[in-house]
């Protein structure tokens, strides 16, 4: 998508303190605490989409709303990387019917979220590193839990297939909040 228009990218992160997004047996919720989540409701609020795969609907069954306090105007649309068509018709996604939710049947992140002008990323490991590997993410919020989960935790973020330093993608920090017991550290991509 060089030179076309894309939306501004959020890829958010929630993890523990070691960089894992749930134990190796999958157990996920909660990692971060009440503060923090309040904060995701404010950012959803904030984007026209989130984009999501179709592991993190089996392993979580998330709403994917925006509920920040104080309530807001609309609720993001969804966007779901399903590629196999596994989406389950009573997934709690398609409880909210004032929105739009889209299941993806190709691999292809750019053109998933091409109509958005602002998207938030929520999912996986592998579909957090597709979108950096493709240059998507222009904004990381990540949320740390001051717990350790071990070396058998799951990743926040697959292989980027790097065989070089040079190769890796860079941020640069732009703030660090405390949310409850939880740090929230803003990144902005250097280009």
């Known amino acids: 998508m060089t030179g076309a228009a894309r939306p501004r990218v959020t890829l958010k992160l929630a993890t523990s303190l070691d ?49 920040p306090e104080g309530g807001c105007d609309r609720q993001p649309d969804i966007i779901i990387m399903d590629s196999q068509d596994r989406t389950p018709s009573g997934a709690a996604v398609f409880a909210e019917t004032a929105r739009t939710v889209t299941l993806v049947p190709h691999r292809d992140l750019a053109r998933a979220m091409a109509e958005y002008e602002s998207v938030m990323i929520e999912a996986g490991a592998q579909i957090a590193a597709s979108a950096l590997a493709a240059d998507l993410v222009d904004r990381i919020e990540w949320f740390r839990a001051p717990k350790l989960l071990g070396g058998d935790g799951l990743p ?36």
């Open 19 to 67: 960089g894992r997004i749930a134990l190796a047996n999958g157990v996920s919720q909660w990692i971060t605490g009440p503060e923090s989540r309040a904060e995701v409701h404010k950012m959803r609020a904030a984007h026209q989409a989130i984009l999501t795969g179709i592991g993190t609907v089996l392993a979580d069954d998330p709403r994917m709303t925006a509920r």
């Open 156 to 191: 926040v973020i697959a292989a980027l297939g790097l065989e070089t330093l040079d190769a890796a993608p860079m941020f640069r920090r732009t703030g660090v909040r405390e949310r409850g017991a939880d740090l929230q550290e803003s990144y902005e991509r250097i280009r």
